[in-house]
């Protein structure tokens, strides 16, 4: 699928999501087609090529209902993980990832040694922006909601004393593996100590399943830290591979979501119909 048609799948499902989310009741696929303006057989179509299954079994995982059951069904065991430890390399929805972290002196001087190289690449959740260093992906941050202007400068801010350059051949290259489950991924993480453990805790995630904020607090050793485990899941430099999207609150409810809620939910959709996919 080439990038324009990928960003025209995404603007109409945003739409979609739209409409199944203000609608009281579940939208049949003839309903569905004609907000779209499309006719039920390009629709369906549509939908299918993207995520491997039907409308109607989308539309089921973009309701509220679905990330409760996500929560009774899939929740991930940290527990787990922590016992093979954080320190080793994490596998991430067929996507093995490798990282380095910033180092704590690094940090504090706000990247001034830094170079960090950047691109625009349209992925399946709308146009993304994708920053590297020489170390490896060091941010991925989404405009579908507010825009390009908006997300560079949220992503600059950073990391303020940092050297940035647009539109290098490295930064273009590591792009086209992002959002390819087959691909290595190497990260580099730039934040602060407690901010890289909560990242590596989101790491032990596998796709399809979820988490809460204070199993994450308690897979990291510290239960009465839900807050600041919140915070630093909200600031989660590289969105998707450190999958921030698949912590919910206890409710079920999908809680905040720095990049917009129909995007989040778009995540955990795409995953979970690619998961069942597979059974198929």
Known sequence: MDDLE???????????????DEA????????????????????????????GISPKKYQQYLMLRHSKELL?????????AQEVGFSSA?????????WEAM???????KGDTIKIEYCWHNSP????????????????AFSAEIGRKKTLQDMVNRWPKAHFEAGSDRANQLTKDVFEASKASQLHLIGAPFQIKVWEALMQIPSGQVTTYSDIANAIGNPKASRA???AIGKNPISWIIPCHRVLSKSGALGGYHWGLHVKRTMLAFEAARRDAKKL
């Not at 009774?72 to 787990?80: D, M």
């Not at 994490?90 to 490798?98: E, I, K, P, Q, T």
């Not at 180092?103 to 001087?109: L, T």
């Open 103 to 109: 180092s704590p002196g690094e940090f504090a001087r």
């Open 90 to 98: 994490s596998r991430l929805h067929d996507l093995f990832v490798g």
């Open 229 to 231: 485990v919140g915070t």
């Open 125 to 140: 959740f709308g146009e993304a922006l994708v920053m590297t260093t020489n170390r490896g992906i060091c941010g991925i």
């Open 72 to 80: 009774k069904k899939h929740q991930s065991v940290l527990a787990t």
């Open 24 to 51: 009281e009741n579940a939208l049949s696929l003839s309903e569905l087609s004609t907000r779209m303006g499309m006719s039920r057989a390009h629709f369906q179509r549509l939908f299918s090529k993207w995520v």
């Open 6 to 20: 990928t960003d025209y799948s995404y603007q109409v499902l945003k739409r979609a999501i739209y409409e199944i």
